[in-house]
């Protein structure tokens, strides 16, 4: 994936991503091609192969956006506790954007999703968190990345037919110990 400071290819690259959210309100993400895409966007196979591998780097790319998007609304916000200020807060974030929930029915979604989300969850944790065991806090990052991204899809998958405050409260009960014991 590019990640130079062109403004053309940055432009390109986000006429790419805005087509690939307008042909996700149209079709599943597996039956969206490189072609199709290019055409939506106005833009060459030769410019989108420039710029990115493949479909699946235009959604990093997006994912990207959001979850530093999602970071800074968290830096922005007051803390309280976990449940409500952490968890919360990811499911309203993820609730006020429908096309995440068309791309978590994609297949292999999931590991994109927690990668990402892992990695942004560190670049949180470590700016309030100087810890001495930064590698068993990594562990405990990919931890709770893959179980709310999993809760997320799972979620979405079935019309976010919980509140976010359900959610928060069965996910605090777990972390906490509560919820199984």
Not at 21 to 47: F, M, N, W
Not at 174 to 180: E, M, Q, T, V
Request: hydrophobic fraction near 40%; glycine fraction near 8%.
């Amino acid at each position: 994936m590019y990640l130079g400071t062109n403004p053309t290819a940055l432009k390109s690259q986000n006429a790419l991503k805005d087509a690939l959210l307008a042909l996700l309100e149209e079709k599943p993400y597996h039956k969206i091609s490189v072609k199709e895409l290019c055409g939506k966007a106005d833009v060459s196979r030769q410019t989108f192969y420039q710029l990115f591998d493949g479909t699946g780097d235009v959604v990093r790319f997006y994912l990207n956006g959001v979850f530093k998007t999602f970071l800074d609304e968290m830096r922005g916000r007051r803390k309280t506790d976990l449940k409500d200020f952490f968890i919360g807060f990811y499911f309203e974030f993820f609730s006020a954007r429908p096309e995440i929930a068309a791309l978590c029915q994609a297949p292999d979604m999931g590991g994109l999703l927690t990668e990402l989300f892992a990695g942004y969850l560190v670049k949180y944790h470590n700016e309030f968190h100087k810890e001495e065991n930064e590698r068993l806090n990594e562990y405990a990052h990919v931890f709770l990345a893959g179980a709310m991204t999993q809760t997320l899809i799972y979620w979405m998958k079935n019309g976010m037919d919980a509140k976010t405050q359900e959610l928060s409260s069965v996910i605090g009960n777990i972390l906490n110990g509560k919820h199984f014991g």
